[in-house]
């Protein structure tokens, strides 16, 4: 499991709760809700477009995500070694032909 987020995930969320914050404000606006509620509204829409900006701004790294040899389904655990090489190899490097093991093949 990858602890790498996408940027545009990331702002997609952003983005869905600077609406919601819009939704509020223009309920309030509609349904006499008081200065203060559509101010707080209006501080909320901004904070987010911010963090937006913010998130924008953010660099980035090349990544990809990688299969440990250990959870590999070419890994033969009783030799340690690999399937495709059929070398002897560190269980805990990875390989770029690695294909992950299903959780129902443990």
């Excluded at 223009?26 to 509620?37: I, L, P, R, S």
Aim: one cysteine or more; a negative charge.
């Amino acid at each position: 499991m990858s602890d790498l987020i996408s940027r545009d995930d990331a702002i997609k969320a952003f983005e869905d709760e600077k609406q919601k914050a819009r939704e509020d404000r223009e309920y309030f606006a509609k349904y006499a809700g008081t200065e203060h509620e559509q101010a707080i509204c209006n501080e909320a829409v901004k904070t987010w477009r911010k963090t937006i900006d913010i998130v924008n701004k953010l660099p980035t790294i090349d990544a990809v995500p990688v299969v440990r040899r250990k959870e590999c389904v070419h890994y033969i655990k009783h030799d340690k070694r690999c399937g495709i090489w059929n070398h002897g190899i560190d269980s805990n490097g990875y390989c770029y032909k690695g294909e992950r093991e299903d959780d129902d093949n443990h």
